[in-house]
């Protein structure tokens, strides 16, 4: 499976856009980009995925590099309920469950 | 509309003994995933069923086993338990199991093994 690689943590200021980077320069042509997070106490919920074009939904963008070797994850308006773990996570033909790194942990700061 | 229930919420059992880990995923989800969260080792991928059959199956040994019933719900087994066992151990169904497919997660079952 091809690996990502995201910063171990980041912090925001609640109502301030975060930006949440992901590396995956291994990443090969039929790879779909997940995002999932992970609320203190709760099970994994997804966030967002795309192929190669930017993508929006009412949670957040996806933002995907030209050559796809890196993604970023656009939280508009951070707020407390955003500290969560978020994963960044390539899917692959054949590898339809999710392999999770460490992911990036994420503080929002009142 | 009900999300992925996990039963139990907690489960305590003893060295060498097996543990039974229930898994309803929604409505209309026919694939059903096992993953393992321990400590410091972060989520890591179990088991997949889909329409009743094993597709894939993670780096875990043999005792690690499941299944997945006529109405899409799935059991996991775990023998001969072993301390490392203690972990949140939680469930995801999809529509069908795909690229693209939204895994949805229950809350997880916390085994303890003492």
């Known amino acids: 499976d091809a690996k990502t690689t995201q910063p171990n943590s980041m912090e925001s200021n609640e109502e301030e856009p975060v930006h949440l980077p992901c590396n995956h320069s291994t990443i090969s042509g039929t790879d779909y980009i997940h995002w999932y997070r992970q609320l203190p106490s709760q099970g994994p919920e997804y966030v967002i995925h795309?192929?190669?074009s930017n993508v929006n939904n009412r949670m957040a963008s996806l933002a995907i590099a030209e050559d796809r070797k890196s993604s970023t994850l656009i939280l508009h308006r951070a707020t407390l309920r955003d500290a969560a773990v978020y994963y960044c996570i390539l899917s692959g033909a054949g590898s339809y469950q999710l392999t999770f790194g460490k992911g990036t942990k994420l503080s929002v700061i009142p | 509309e009900a999300g992925v229930t996990q039963s139990p919420t907690h489960l305590i059992k003893t060295r060498g003994q097996q543990a039974t880990l229930r898994c309803s995923p929604i409505?209309?989800?026919?694939?059903v995933y096992w993953y393992q969260q321990a400590l410091g080792l972060g989520l890591q991928f179990l088991l997949w069923y889909d329409e009743g059959e094993e597709r894939n199956r993670g780096n875990f040994p043999p005792r690690f086993s499941g299944r997945q019933f006529p109405n899409y719900s799935s059991e996991l087994n775990v023998n001969a338990l072993e301390l490392e066992d203690s972990a949140l151990y939680l469930c995801?169904?999809?529509?069908?199991?795909?690229?693209?497919?939204?895994?949805?997660f229950g809350p997880g079952t916390r085994l303890t093994v003492l």
């Open positions: 795309g192929l190669t």
């Open positions: 995801a169904s999809s529509l069908m199991g795909g690229l693209t497919d939204t895994q949805y």
């Open positions: 409505s209309g989800h026919t694939s």
